[in-house]
């Protein structure tokens, strides 16, 4: 056993210890109504904002409230400056929840957490447990277990939290770019994602892109009746179909010009983990009254949404779409464009090729008017990337399986704008399930995600510092 | 000269010598304020009937003013039952009037009827005096004419005015099954047409009918996170474009099997009449900033509008159709189609030919609603029809020119429930022009066409009785 191990058991063991404490510590910060989408809750955010302040300071992490024009920023550094191996770590997380309406579907108070056993599992009831009270507060105590066990944590680490996560982030893009040079470390570690399942780790590796697109067809001058005019005047929406139509093939590929540039295919050793994964493709569509893949054909259901790119149509409207009927033919017809995109697919050039595509379908009597409606590029941790290779071990010595390198559809905004902004990789790992409801009444956090969760923490900066 | 000539002729210089006092009469008649859509106005609406019927009875012709769960009917049979020529004539108009609004953009009283010369064209200017005031009193007049000139009509007569035809005719269906035996003549004559110009006469022929479908494509059972389900899961959007983008081909042709059945080509006669109009396709694609006909090819825009079927799509709608943007996949996407029809086509048919169409492309795992929004058969006089060509040569003998056979894109409901509850054909008439303002402010009717509207109908009589 190295010095190293015989640490890391002696945090470990603190860690089981006295994980009643911790529990209650979860209760306090889920009290706090920090709901941050509603002005009622302004103070409860700021109250939550100070007590995690306090709890950092308690152990050593310098850590100030930054009021912004919403809800305040937490940032604390660890006092202790001395020379530690691995990457200078930031943590982020955020301390504000989902508002709980409709409130008569939750079985308790959403802010007097209550632990219930269900089927031999225990799990802690109330808004915010899972997302990202507890899972934020992983972190923290494992971090309180270092300090309190070996007076010093194993790397060099600052901590960001946020209180607008819930409601769009309006104070993140200004308060990154105002402290770039007390934010930008090494690595961002984000605690706000999922495992595979409730007994198999995951490291998100793979988010996707995004390019937002609102496409508008302007034909006549005015909407026209279609007894006077239907036949020799153009219809934006029979434009406008004849578009969409030539955006995929029958094989389910985007027909954008170079869209594929930058997708890569999977490693064969990730492939080979999700080839294994017990993800079922028709439970997960039935689930939705789907059964056809409607993706690209070759790929699974899993693949299709976690490392393929898409073209959807996320809203159509042209004409009358009231109540009954009006025979009119419409001046205008829109549709709104979202683009999911992975790897190294570029945006700008993605939403460039898309307009020079439907330019060429619009007929010379018509216009077409584009609006942006933002982009981000893809984020994939290289297979190489040192940190995930670490984290995956610790993981893996936690559970005892393998950690997953999951891919995950969405976005997380927080992780393109730690790149663009401050220029540091993220790396992705998380202990909330997808039972969790989280955003939805009778939001839970599993005890055993709480617990190990604190637990793969420790072992996580033990392994970078190694 | 025969005896025909000459009562004529004393009848049509009757017109002429009196025309001052059928200017007054109108003048009465458009000042009633008749807005059938406004129930502020009910008691005008029931003044202009109540005007109307003294005037028939007046001249010898019995009428009736049948009170409705709306505004009254007014029925007139002449009084006069000996024996006649020619067919019994019902001729149908509507007391009622659009409302007003905007009033500011008037240059007068709409209900203070005024004449003005512009450019040395008299005119009437106010609410009805084309639509349909000024119109039916031009029948109305041509009877006063014959009756105080020869004391009986040509032709056996009888006459309908309703006031709820700018209001969706309510009553006017259960009014003609109620009265199928008094109304069913041998045929109708409609004025609520137009004039090719302001020199040239026309029969209005061919009205397209009109079939209304509302298609609503359901893929998932909610609304989707693009990011979790964007690939795999069905996007009614994407479905219901290629639905709409496979109905036409480049050549603008509707592709729903055997859409074109029972759609013919324009004799010959026709052809030519229509061949040497002066319709200027690129001036009426440009009043609404078009210039590329996108009907089918080989036809002229006049042609595409008034002879050839469409299939249009009058609305469209799925998704998120907000402000800013949304990455939702919706669960449901909805279009409006109607298709215009011309000469023989069957509106049953062809909505179940394209309801038969859309299904065979809706994926197995979505389903597709179809809702039935109005059925009605085009309606065109055959070139043979004795009173087509009976009216066509008086409309050129009163005006020196060969009145057009004209197609009218739209359709007007009446002419189909003569033909489907009364089992009787319309001859439509009418000597408004398209710079009539109708439905708009400063509606107007030249006096030459009130005064050789009133001179024509005098001949049409005339003509029928031959």
Redesign the interface.
Known sequence: MTQHDASLDAVLAHIDSNFNASLDRLDALVRFKSISTDPAYKDECQKAADWLAAELNGIGITTQVHPTPGHPMVVGHDSDTSDKPGPHVLFYGHYDVQPVDPLELWSADPFEPAIVERDGVKMMFGRGTSDDKGQLLTFVEACRAYKEVLGALPVALSLLFEGEEESGSPSLLPFLNANKKELSKDLALVCDTTMFNADTPAITTML?G?V?E?ITIT????D????????????P??I???I???L?DDEGRVLIPDFYDGVSELTPEVKAQWDALPFD?KA??AD?????????SGYS?YE??NA?P?C??????????GD???????SK?S??I?C?LVGQQDPDKIRENLRAFVKALV????SVEFSE??ASPAHSLSPDFPPLKQGAKALKDEWGKEAIQMG????IPIVGEFKSILDMDSMLIGFALDDDNIHSPNEKYNLTSYHKGIRSWARVLAALAE
Do not use: W
């Open positions: 996707r995004l937002g609102e034909a006549a001058n005015r026209l009746h279609s007894g006077m005019y239907g036949g020799p005047a153009a219809n929406i029979r406008l179909a004849k969409l139509a030539s995929h493709d997960f569509l939705v009254d789907l059964s056809v893949p409607a993706g690209e259901v299709q949404i393929r898409t959807e149509f996320n809203g159509i409207t042209g004409g009358y779409t009954g009927f009006k025979t009119v033919i419409a017809a549709v709104k979202s999911r007929p010379a009597d018509c409606h933002g995950m559809g969405g976005s």
